[in-house]
């Protein structure tokens, strides 16, 4: 009986734990050219007015209908000559993790690129989009919620000021 009551115990707990249910895919759909102080009046996915160099920000839009979530992030921070930028996605319970990936980084500085991903097979839903970037160190990280059950576009950004973005 007592092994009974641990079992059942443990299986209320795994089961009570919220997950994604279903296997979602990441890609890059598109990359902007390394930009400079003459590119900065490209218009974002969901706002119209441009975004400043010293913000990084991340605009959303999500098809209800095809489960789609498309993110631009705006003025992420890659090497000159990252060759491809490419991504990789992970979900913890709730959380979608995004890893945004220089193939390689060729030269020797760094640059603020226009990046879009599409994640596909998202269901409606309360979620924390994490975004992993390479150049960031200690700032402030891309992370924030959203519920996709009530608002399909929406923006996050956060400063910063420091090399390559501000400049």
Not at 39 to 57: A, E, I, M
Not at 117 to 131: E, Q, R
């Amino acid at each position: 009986m007592k092994n009974q009551l641990v079992i059942f115990t443990l299986f209320i707990i795994l089961c009570s734990c919220e997950s994604l249910k279903y296997p979602i895919s990441a890609d890059v759909s598109q990359v902007s050219e390394c930009k400079n102080s003459e590119s900065f009046n490209v218009q974002g996915l969901v706002s119209r007015k441009p975004v400043s160099d010293t913000l990084s920000c991340v605009q959303y839009s999500y098809d209800k209908d095809k489960q789609t979530l498309m993110l631009q992030h705006i003025n992420a921070g890659f090497n000159c000559c990252p060759k491809k930028i490419k991504c990789e996605i992970k979900t913890i319970n709730d959380t979608i993790e995004l890893k945004a990936i220089e193939e390689e980084a060729m030269c020797d500085c760094n640059c603020l690129y226009d990046i879009t991903f599409t994640i596909s097979d998202l269901p409606p839903g309360k979620y924390v989009l994490k975004f992993i970037e390479p150049y960031v160190g200690n700032s402030e990280k891309l992370i924030f919620n959203v519920d996709l059950n009530k608002l399909y576009v929406g923006e996050f950004c956060v400063a910063r000021k420091y090399y390559p973005w501000g400049m």
